[in-house]
């Protein structure tokens, strides 16, 4: 079996592969105070619950957009899973041709991303990920990984509308039941889902008219199946596709 792990800023997820097929997968929070022996104990404890033994992993495939928690998590493999991660990095076969001005500058996740459109789907695409921020990223017919954009998360958003305003509360995002919200709870639903909605689909159309008509939209993170629900402009939902792509990029540096 093949562990998969995405260290992002505010989700670690992580999936367990039997070839081809990903079985158990997890998301847990990112802890930046917690110590290698911590998260060693968390991993061992998921793989414990579902009954697989650390002997019966043959590989740990790790990306991270955390400097600060890849050590510590790597040393929790070497300590309670007694693997050596492959960590996505310079270096590490993707099969990804990055045409950023600073290759080195792109977060490993998004290219582990595109090692996925490439493989699963082909290109031209854009890849969006809901994530801690909501990236755009664009990939070429030829796979190149062509660069993206960026902007503020719905959970940033959110919290920022609560920190810094006198009267607005932490809301959970939930499909209000009008776009006119009728109460402070309804409208600021409103605003952060079918604001990003309308985000996501002008953002697209603007790659659209970059990469073309025959243009893929693949949707992941973990709000990806709340914002589809309300747009038809995300055509291929794929949650896990970060951890899709690590099992790629280990199958091509094992060979």
């Known amino acids: 079996m093949l562990l998969t792990i995405d260290i992002g800023n505010t989700n670690i997820t992580l999936g367990l592969y039997e070839g081809e097929t990903l079985g ?32 019966a992993l043959h590989g740990i495939c790790l990306a991270s957009v955390v400097p600060p928690l890849t050590g510590k998590i790597v ?37 582990v991303d595109a ?22 990223d664009g990939i070429s017919a030829e796979g190149e990984y062509l660069g993206g ?26 499909r209000p039941p009008s776009v006119i919200g009728r109460n402070t709870v309804h409208a600021m639903q409103s605003g952060l889902l079918f604001g990003y909605v309308g985000l996501v689909e002008g953002m ?11 243009m893929k939209v693949i949707a992941t993170g973990g709000l990806a199946e709340v914002v589809a629900k ?13 951890l899709d792509g690590l099992r790629i990029v280990w199958e091509m540096n094992r060979q």
Do not use: N
Not at 25 to 54: C, F, N, S
């Open 24 to 55: 158990p997968r997890w998301r847990i929070a990112t802890a930046y105070d917690h110590m290698p022996d911590e998260y060693g104990l968390q991993l061992a404890g998921l793989l414990d619950h579902v009954g697989v033994k650390p002997d």
């Open 75 to 111: 040393e929790a493999c070497g300590t309670y899973l007694k693997q050596e991660p492959l960590v996505v990095d310079a270096g590490v076969k993707t099969g990804v041709r990055v045409r950023y001005e600073d290759p080195k500058a792109v977060g490993a996740d998004r290219i």
């Open 115 to 136: 090692a996925a459109v490439q493989r699963l789907y082909g290109g031209p695409a854009c890849v969006v990920d809901f994530g801690t921020a909501t990236t755009f």
């Open 149 to 174: 954009a960026i902007s503020p998360g719905i959970g940033i958003a959110a919290e920022a509308l609560f920190l810094r305003t006198a009267k607005l509360p932490r809301v959970d995002l939930q």
């Open 204 to 214: 697209v159309g603007r790659f659209r008219h970059e990469l073309g008509p025959q």
């Open 230 to 242: 309300e747009t038809s402009v995300l055509q291929i939902i794929a949650p896990w596709l970060t």
